[in-house]
């Protein structure tokens, strides 16, 4: 019983990692340094709609608050306190992969 207990553990896990997307992490860190939906839209160059479509998909799949919304800010509650510092670590590994694919010259040899 336990074996099969950590199975679906380990598949929700799967599917709850593979479901989170670099956009909406990226849209989570923009709000958090510019402060609002409206400026994080305007850094990303996309709509404020996008940005609040990506935080409510974020929310949902992880299932947890990650923002506090008023009408005269937005702050981090304390499970966005948490989750930062990794969204941040996988924002930097991603434009790592990017840039390291960008820079390494390979040949393509034909025949």
Known sequence: MFALRKMHEMA???DLVMSVEL???RCLAAIVDAGTF???AIDLGISQAAVSRAMASLEATLGVRLLRRTTREVTLTAAGSRVLPHVR????EADAVAREAATRHTRLRLG
Do not use: I, N
């Open 12 to 14: 929700y896990l799967y």
């Open 23 to 25: 956009r909406q992490l």
């Open 38 to 40: 409206t400026d994080a």
């Open 89 to 92: 670590r996988a924002l930097a």
